[in-house]
């Protein structure tokens, strides 16, 4: 069982590590969930196949993923678009689309989008579609000194497994190739850091002289 622990700085040093030894299992390794792949790293996307080979094993449903670089224009149809590989998609699945390049509007420089296309409404019904995307803008937008190109890596990691375990629980099944998503738990630290420490100087500053001189007596 394989499992990455995401914390700003390691990125290069986990798949540094993980070639070490997938990358002999890589050159007979056939990818049957990785439709795209314009951006991942070859260890990257030997873990999706594991993670997708073990919930279609458990569940029958076939997650796939397309990770391209593309630079599509503003409100391009991720669905109209994912028609091209439908020879390649076997139901039921479900199809996740990480395209960072893609022009969010004409009126700003933000780019990158998330696609998430499943198969049929009972699949649609069986994940979160905030939880899946916000596990990797949260990679994406951390501010650190990681490339863009580890950041879109584990981004895909994390998001294609919070996908896989969301399905997962909703067929009251546990994966064991997932990866543990601790981004959210660091990025709910480090708010509630904020917050504790904006709530200090409030105090500090503000309302305990105040508390004191009404406490004293003076005005």
Request: charged share 25%.
């Amino acid at each position: 069982m394989i499992r990455i622990q995401v914390r700003a700085g390691l990125y290069k040093g986990v798949f540094a590590i993980l070639a070490l030894w997938i990358l002999p299992l890589l050159l007979n390794a056939q990818t049957t969930h990785t439709l795209r792949n314009d951006l991942l790293k070859l260890e990257a996307v030997q873990l999706v196949e594991n993670m997708g080979q073990e919930l279609q094993d458990k569940t029958g449903i076939h997650e796939y993923v397309i990770a391209t670089n593309e630079h599509f224009p503003e409100k391009f149809n991720l669905v109209s678009y994912s028609r091209q590989y439908e020879a390649k998609l076997s139901k039921p699945y479900v199809l996740f689309i990480f395209a960072p390049y893609a022009k969010i509007t004409k009126k700003s420089d933000a780019r990158g989008r998330i696609g998430i296309i499943p198969s049929s409404e009972t699949i649609r019904s069986m994940y979160n579609y905030e939880d899946v995307r916000d596990a990797a803008i949260n990679i994406v937008a951390l501010k650190d000194s990681n490339t863009e190109e580890d950041k879109y890596n584990v981004g895909v990691l994390q998001a294609y497994s919070e996908l896989a375990d969301n399905i997962a629980k909703a067929k009251h099944i546990t994966l064991k190739t997932t990866i543990k998503d601790e981004m959210s738990t660091i990025v709910l630290i480090l708010r509630l850091l904020i917050y504790t420490g904006s709530l200090l100087v409030l105090w500090m500053f503000f309302l305990r002289p105040l508390y004191m001189r009404i406490k004293n007596g003076k005005k």
